[in-house]
């Protein structure tokens, strides 16, 4: 029976040193993958099969179930051993809850462009980007030359999965003007002025005084007319009593005599033509432009005068702060009494000029010409 026992517990060490040396060290990482990137916070966890473990993060020991919080790379080292026997794994990965920065174009974009639009990207490293105009993809580099309105949208995407947008919009045009007709407005703008500004925004034309009907109608018609000729609304308005806080042009029709009581310093009597109408701007600013403006009509006067004076001075009042002294044609050629009631092509070709888009305020004489000279054709 001794012999017996002898055998049996010998068959049963055999075999469980048998077993001892077939069992493998093993686990399971779970919560990272090597090379992921995390928004959010990750949480280690190690599933444990056979094995003394030992869990390090940077080379620092931690406990199974350790949460990430902080942003940054890692390196994970698992190790589960069975007497002699190692298994080892390590896994890098990273951290990063930071969305990619707003996708950006090299000097920016323009509102307007002449015959073409070239974008350029600012690359942010680890970022990949997806770009469309007008909804179709677009490679970067590219021209786009087809005239009229577009739109550019950018996304940027990161490996955390987080992204950003941008949208720009922009236009192609081809309107070309001959070399007299750019000089013409440069010379004319610059004449006493260093720096250009213009109203940016709709705008109330609010009547002050004792307009007669005639007045209003005229007014109104001028209204209609420049909105025609403007990127912006002016409106009619009526009521002195109610604040306004748009742009505004406040219009006054009063005596001659009464002109000083709105600001106006100069002579009555310019030379031998009497003064019937004045106009200024009253607020201006580097970034808005223009915010107001100033009008006043003479009512001692004919009727016809007062509604040559209307568009004369409403033409002064959006920007055009100037005469043309020897062209009897243009409604601002100082001396008609009367005689001209609208503008002629040249007056139209200045407020055109004038409110390009790419023509901003605060710009200076060489800037505009710089702007304005690629648009020149022989004629």
């Known amino acids: ?3 017996m026992k002898k055998i049996a517990l010998l068959i049963l060490f055999l075999f469980s040193s048998f077993l001892v040396l077939s069992v493998q060290p093993s686990f399971t990482i779970e919560g990272v ?7 959010e916070d990750p949480i280690i966890q190690i599933e444990d099969g056979f094995g003394k473990l030992h869990i390090e993060l940077n080379g620092e020991p931690i406990q199974n179930g350790y949460e990430i919080t902080e942003n940054g790379e890692y390196e994970l080292t698992v190790r589960s051993t069975i007497l002699w026997k190692d298994k080892i794994e390590n896994i890098t990965f990273e951290r990063d809850d930071t969305p990619p920065r707003k996708p950006a174009i090299m000097h920016g974009v323009e509102s307007v462009y002449f015959k073409e639009a070239k974008f350029e990207l600012i690359n942010e490293e680890d970022v990949t980007y997806e770009a469309t105009v007008d909804g179709f993809p677009y490679t970067f580099n590219t021209p786009i030359k087809k005239e009229g309105e577009h739109v550019l949208r950018i996304t940027a995407f990161k490996d955390n999965g987080l992204s950003s947008q941008a949208k720009y919009t922009f236009s192609i045009d081809n309107t070309t003007y001959t070399k007299k007709e750019i000089d013409m407005f440069i010379d004319f703008y610059f ?7 213009k109203f940016t925004d709709d705008i109330d034309v609010i009547v002050h005084g004792k307009p007669t009907e005639q007045d209003i109608k005229k007014t109104k018609d001028v209204i209609e007319k420049l909105n025609e000729m403007l990127p912006f609304t002016l409106t009619y308005k009526k009521d002195a009593s109610i604040k306004f806080f748009k742009n505004q042009i406040n219009m006054y029709f009063t005596s001659v005599d009464d002109f000083s009581s709105y600001g106006f310093e100069g002579d009555i009597v310019n030379g031998e033509k009497m003064v019937i109408g004045f106009a200024k701007s009253e607020e201006v600013y580097y970034e808005e432009g223009i915010t107001k403006a100033i009008v006043l009509v003479a009512t001692d006067i004919t009727q016809r005068e007062r509604e040559a004076t209307i568009i004369h001075e409403l033409t002064h009042a959006v920007g055009l702060y100037n005469h043309f002294e020897n ?3 243009s409604i601002l050629y100082p001396y008609s009494e009367g005689q001209v009631m609208t503008w002629n092509k040249k007056d139209a070709k200045m407020i055109e000029l004038l409110y390009r888009e790419e ?5 200076g004489k060489w800037a505009v010409r710089q702007i304005l000279e690629p648009r020149t054709v022989k004629k």
Request: hydrophobic share 35%; proline share 4%.
């Open 327 to 329: 062209d009897p044609t």
């Open 33 to 39: 993958g090597n090379g992921k990137v995390y928004a």
């Open 191 to 197: 004449e006493h002025e260093t720096e250009l500004f």
């Open 1 to 3: 029976m001794k012999a």
């Open 359 to 363: 023509v901003t305020v605060g710009m």
